[in-house]
Structure formats: structure tokens, C-alpha cells
């Protein structure tokens, strides 16, 4: 059914799914390149070369310089998704555009795209409260217009929700929730963070993300204009986001810049290509340098193309693998703006913990490296269940005091029995009930053999808050063999003495 989108796999709150359409389903995350229907130095022809079976395009640049009256498909003679924009990209950029909302989507209805977006206002990058407040309101007031196109042709086209509000997160999050109240949009889509992005302004856009994904169903598929850098695109999906559209690959091939998974060349300082693909393959930057203009904008909008597949491959697979947390620790250190966007995801590690799935099939084992490991859903995860056994012991037997063995080394506890508890004290995790030693993700992880002293420190605070919340439950303390976290061993310490030497 058009439209219908099934979750595949999940990891963090990022998915693989799949989006139905008229001409075919997409795998997601994905990439729409943009094309620009009137003047292009790429064709559709060499966009689907590179693997890609979805593209994005304007309806309103179609109807202004075209005003084709039949089937956007046949235009470009490609059978693959097609997704139109609105034409909202252009009042960001020259202001009012002369056209309505009504005759882009009369328009759109008539071209029939895959996929297809009303003329939402953006709010942009605006200073003002007020200014921001009008966009929401007029897009809202577009959309509640647009329903009864958008109901007589849902079962071939997916319209979009586009949201509104930019750095104002009170007001995104209101325009977010309102989607909720048209359930014949099918897709949701986040404007305006085109300006962010250009300049790198990764920690609101991040906000924004965030604010807007966190106040929608999670069973629609969501867009986010623009974003077609990839070294942001992990930290995007991991947030919820299923698609991105772009131009920066041709555009940035005019400027003679060369796209790589973590960063943004210019043509002349490279010696070398850092790729195998079809183009840096053939040619040096010495011949591109060397070629006419248009062939040269050519053949690095191609080039470009694929590293942006490539990267929404290594994203899947990293999901696939429930390794896309670890994707974005190596990938922070891409550049100190991508470092900005990679802290502002940790922020939100509650929410990732919420939707992160419980058990993943194929993981080998959970790879713990410093403090920003400590967000990981896994670890979010024994820190609530910690907290549970506070509270599941306060309320059961206040009086009933056991003998606690603490030790950071499997096996070397003896007389294991019903009044005595044994954790195994792990520098990430703080204390495990040794009970579920052999449970996921307990029984697989790695950590490194140099532990950094800041971790230290913060476990063994964990421990002491853990031990003094359950401190009516305890009679004494051993420890066995965890000189390593800095804690001698000792033997039968009563509690109070215990903490107090902590
Ligand atoms: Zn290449």
C-alpha cells in the first residue's frame, strides 16, 4: 500500500525500513539527489549508474520554466521515485515565490510524483519569535487546505508533513504535534535546517532533530530537508531520521569540492584520491583539474554521489550489526563541529535508550571505549535496573541484611549462598548482580586494558551511591580482587565503615 512503512531493523533510535510507493518500495535511510529539472551538467541516467533509484525534484521550477502537463516520469524518463519539492527552498532563498499553495499541489496532482510536498513556508534561520510563529501558522494553514487533494490521490501519492518552528524548539514541537491530527500525510518532514547546516551549526540543528522526531509517531517515515554531508548523516539517523535530499553533491562539484565520508576537499589540494570509485578510479586530480568546466563538475558530482551512497551503506550495516553507537564515536573525531553534533546526541540518551531494541541478534559484543560510552542505551539500561533493585528492596524487607561481595574478577568468591549478594563491579557498568553475568550485554563487551581515571572515579561514585541507597539491606562488605578500580580487598567491613573509607 502506498505509503505504508514497515520497520526492518533498529539500532539506537535509528531504523532500516522500508517506504512504499507507486513505483516500487525504498529502503531507508536514503538519499534523494536533487535534480534540477531545467539546467544540469548530471543526468538522470548518471544518478541511477551510481545506485540510486530515488530522486528529488521542484515542482515549482518544473511548472515556472517547463509547464509539463504530463507525468513527471516520463519527463525525466525514469521509472524509478520521484519526490517533488514545493518550492519552499526558494523562499528561503529570493522571499516570496508567485505562486500558491493550491496551484503547486494542483500542479504536483497533475505530474504525479511518488512523493510530494506542499508549499510549506520555512522559517529559516529568523530571529524573531513572532516571524517563526507566522510560518508554523500559515504552513498549518496550508496543510489543513491542501487535505482535500491530498485524500483523493493518498493511494498513489505520499504527501508530506512538513515541519516547522527552526531554532524555536517550543514552537517546532507544537507544529511537530499537530501531525498527529493528520494522519493522511504518511511522511514527515523537517524544514528549514538548510541554513544550519551550511554553516555547521550542528548543536541546534541536532535540538531540532530531536524536538521534532521526539513529538511524532515513530510509524511514519521521517525526511530531513537538505543534510547531504555525510559526515552528519549517521548522527541524524541515529536520532530517527529515515531520508535526506540534497544538492550540495553538484553544487559543491561547480566549487570544485570533493566530498569524502568525513570531510569537504577542494579539488587543487588533493595529490590523491582517497576513493575507488568509478571516477577516482580513472582519473587523477590532475586530469580533472585539467578538464573543460562542465565535464569536470561532471564527473565530481558523480564521485560525490557515491561516497553519499557509501556512507548510507555504512550506516545500515552499522545498524544491521547494533554498532551504530560505536559508527558515531569514531565518526565524532571527523571534525570538532561534527564532535559538537556528536555531543549534542548524547544529550538525548535517554530517549535513544528508549527505542534502542533490548537484545540485538547478530552483536558480538559491546565495545566500550571512555565517557562518552557511558551514554550507551546498555549502560542507561543496568543504571534503571540498579535503581529498580533500590527500590524493589526498600519496599520488601527493610530488616533483612545480607553480606555483599563486591569483585571486579569472575570466580573468586566462595560460599555463595541465599544471604549473601554478589556483584561483579565492571569500571562501565558500576556493579552487576553476578546472576546475570551470562546475560546480553553483560556477557559481551570489551573494553580497553587502560582504563581512563575519570571513569574510575565515576564508577566507584556509582558504586558508593548504590551501596548507600541499599544500605539497609546490607550487614557487611567484602571485596575481592579490585585493586585495579583502586579499592583494597577486604573482608566482612560493616557497611557504614565501608562507605565512610570509600
Ligand atoms: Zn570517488
Given at each position: 500500500m502506498v505509503g505504508e512503512f514497515e520497520i526492518k531493523e533498529e539500532d539506537l533510535a535509528g531504523r532500516i525500513g522500508i517506504l512504499s510507493t507507486l513505483h516500487g518500495n525504498i529502503e531507508?535511510?536514503?538519499?534523494?539527489?536533487?535534480?534540477?529539472?531545467?539546467?544540469?551538467?548530471?543526468?538522470?541516467?548518471?544518478i541511477k549508474k551510481v545506485g540510486f533509484n530515488n530522486i528529488i525534484t521542484n515542482a515549482y521550477l518544473v511548472k515556472k520554466n517547463l509547464n509539463i502537463k504530463s507525468h513527471i516520469h516520463d519527463y525525466f524518463s525514469f521509472?524509478?521515485?520521484?519526490?517533488?519539492?514545493?518550492?519552499?527552498?526558494?523562499?528561503?532563498?529570493?522571499?516570496?515565490?508567485s505562486i500558491s499553495n493550491k496551484e503547486i499541489v494542483e500542479y504536483e496532482l497533475e505530474i504525479k510524483p511518488d512523493i510530494a510536498v506542499i508549499l510549506d513556508v520555512p522559517t529559516g534561520d529568523v530571529k524573531n519569535e513572532s516571524d517563526a510563529k507566522l510560518s508554523v501558522d500559515e504552513?498549518?494553514?496550508?496543510?489543513?487546505?491542501?487535505?482535500p487533494h491530498v485524500r483523493s490521490s493518498s493511494d498513489?501519492?505520499?504527501?508530506?508533513?512538513?515541519?516547522?518552528?527552526?531554532?524555536?524548539?517550543?514552537?517546532?514541537?507544537?507544529?511537530?504535534?499537530?501531525?498527529?491530527?493528520?494522519?493522511?500525510?504518511?511522511?514527515?518532514?523537517?524544514?528549514?535546517?538548510t541554513v544550519l547546516m551550511q554553516r555547521y551549526e550542528y548543536v541546534p540543528l541536532i535540538d531540532m532533530i530531536y524536538t521534532a522526531k521526539s513529538n511524532v509517531t515513530r510509524g511514519k517515515a521521517f525526511h530531513l530537508f537538505g543534510g547531504g554531508l555525510p559526515h552528519i548523516m549517521p548522527f541524524a539517523v541515529a536520532l530517527g531520521v529515515d531520508s535526506f535530499d540534497s544538492a550540495s553533491y553538484i553544487l559543491y562539484a561547480r566549487d570544485n569540492r570533493y566530498i569524502t565520508r568525513d570531510r569537504v576537499y577542494r579539488l587543487e589540494e588533493l595529490e590523491y584520491f582517497p576513493c575507488s570509485c568509478p571516477v577516482c578510479s580513472k582519473y587523477t586530480p590532475k586530469d580533472l583539474q585539467?578538464?573543460?568546466?562542465?565535464?569536470?563538475?561532471?564527473?565530481?558530482?558523480?564521485?560525490?554521489?557515491?561516497?553519499?551512497?557509501?556512507?548510507?551503506?555504512?550506516?545500515?550495516q552499522s545498524i544491521k550489526e547494533g554498532r551504530l553507537f560505536e559508527y558515531l564515536q569514531q565518526k565524532a573525531f571527523s571534525h570538532p563541529r561534527v564532535y559538537d553534533a556528536f555531543k549534542s546526541v548524547l544529550k538525548y540518551a535517554d530517549y535513544l535508550e528508549k527505542f534502542d531494541p533490548r537484545t540485538k541478534g547478530e552483536i558480538k559484543g559491546v565495545f566500550l571505549y571512555n565517557k562518552d560510552s557511558l551514554a550507551r542505551p546498555e549502560i542507561k539500561r543496568h543504571e534503571r535496573l540498579l535503581r529498580e533493585k533500590i527500590i524493589h528492596k526498600a519496599d520488601k524487607s527493610a530488616n533483612h541484611k545480607k553480606r555483599v561481595v563486591i569483585t571486579c574478577e569472575d570466580g573468586y568468591y566462595d560460599d555463595i549462598n541465599s544471604e549473601v549478594e554478589v556483584y561483579l563491579l565492571n569500571p562501565f557498568y558500576g556493579p552487576i548482580p553476578i546472576e546475570l553475568k551470562n546475560s546480553f550485554p553483560y556477557s559481551q563487551y570489551e573494553t580497553p586494558t587502560i582504563i581512563d581515571d575519570e571513569i574510575i572515579e565515576q564508577e566507584r561514585k556509582k558504586l558508593k551511591d548504590f551501596l548507600y541507597d541499599m544500605r539497609d539491606n546490607i550487614s557487611s562488605i567484602s571485596v575481592i580482587k579490585c585493586e585495579k578500580l583502586h579499592i583494597n580487598s577486604t573482608r566482612d567491613v560493616p557497611i557504614e565503615l565501608f562507605l565512610d573509607q570509600l
Open positions: 531507508t535511510p536514503t538519499f534523494f539527489p536533487v535534480i534540477n529539472p531545467v539546467k544540469s551538467e548530471i543526468t538522470v541516467e548518471d521509472n524509478g521515485i520521484i519526490m517533488t519539492d514545493s518550492g519552499a527552498y526558494q523562499i528561503l532563498q529570493y522571499g516570496e515565490i504552513t498549518l494553514r496550508r496543510i489543513n487546505e491542501s487535505l498513489q501519492i505520499i504527501w508530506v508533513y512538513p515541519i516547522q518552528g527552526g531554532r524555536f524548539l517550543d514552537l517546532l514541537a507544537y507544529s511537530a504535534k499537530y501531525s498527529f491530527q493528520f494522519d493522511e500525510f504518511k511522511m514527515l518532514a523537517l524544514g528549514s535546517p585539467e578538464m573543460e568546466q562542465k565535464d569536470r563538475t561532471r564527473l565530481l558530482a558523480i564521485h560525490n554521489l557515491y561516497v553519499i551512497k557509501e556512507e548510507i551503506n555504512a550506516i545500515k
